[in-house]
Antibody, heavy 119, light 108 residues
Framework: EVQLVQSGAEVKKPGESLKISCKGS????????IGWVRQMPGKGLEWMGI????????RYSPSFQGQVTISADKSISTAYLQWSSLKASDTAMYYC????????????WGQGTLVTVSS | EIVMTQSPATLSVSPGERATLSCRAS??????LAWYQQKPGQAPRLLIY???TRATGIPARFSGSGSGTEFTLTISSLQSEDFAVYYC??????????FGQGTKVEIK
């Protein structure tokens, strides 16, 4: 069974750094793209970027380029999303999602990580 | 950049009735279109991919149609568990994932 398990909720102050994780299991971690999706409170889904853990090829949405860093450690089947300096506007739920088995749609989703940034 | 536009924003439907949700792409996405259901406090759930293929375990009352720029998700007879927000998403412009703004299906 494909599973994506994300790290727990975080409460941070503006200016702090943060790295959240998404651990894949039940499949070949290096063979499928994993993307990150933001959902601000009461809002829709926004694609942030995507990584291919096999060779760490990473692409970003223009809206998030330079704002976050996506990485992966294939030795522990884990993808990451990180910020160097959080803002209050980064408060949101963040989902990781794996490419589907039959195409490039996000077929499998993690449970989400709630990030709250407040002074 | 491809823009996905869903309509209506909110759909009020009685249990047992049919619901028809629309999604339009600003340029052709061929059949590279997926639909998701999201309930409060839950992650999105894949319903349809390839515009019309149901994902594993999705009931037959959910069906998708369309190609190019116009797509439809139909729920043939709404059950109580179907009241949720539905998103369309294109993956033709790989590696970008673009989502529509969502349609909320609420109880009439």
């Amino acid at each position: 069974e494909v599973q994506l398990v994300q790290s727990g909720a975080e409460v941070k102050k503006p200016g702090e750094s943060l790295k959240i994780s998404c651990k894949g299991s039940g499949y070949s971690f290096t063979s499928y793209w994993i993307g990150w999706v933001r959902q601000m409170p009461g809002k829709g889904l926004e694609w942030m970027g995507i990584i291919y853990p096999g060779d760490s090829d990473t692409r970003y949405s223009p809206s998030f380029q330079g704002q976050v860093t996506i990485s992966a450690d294939k030795s522990i089947s884990t993808a990451y999303l990180q910020w160097s300096s959080l803002k209050a506007s980064d408060t949101a739920m963040y989902y990781c999602a794996r490419q589907g088995s039959s195409g490039y749609y996000p077929g499998y989703w993690g449970q989400g990580t709630l990030v709250t940034v407040s002074s | 950049e491809i823009v996905m536009t869903q309509s209506p924003a909110t759909l009020s439907v009685s249990p047992g009735e049919r619901a028809t949700l629309s999604c339009r792409a600003s340029q052709s996405v061929s059949s590279n279109l997926a639909w998701y259901q999201q309930k409060p406090g839950q992650a999105p759930r894949l319903l349809i991919y390839g515009a019309s293929t149901r994902a594993t375990g999705i009931p037959a009352r959910f069906s998708g149609s369309g190609s190019g720029t116009e797509f439809t998700l139909t729920i043939s007879s709404l059950q109580s568990e179907d009241f949720a927000v539905y998103y369309c998403q294109q993956y033709n412009n790989w590696p970008q994932w673009t989502f529509g703004q969502g349609t909320k299906v609420e109880i009439k």
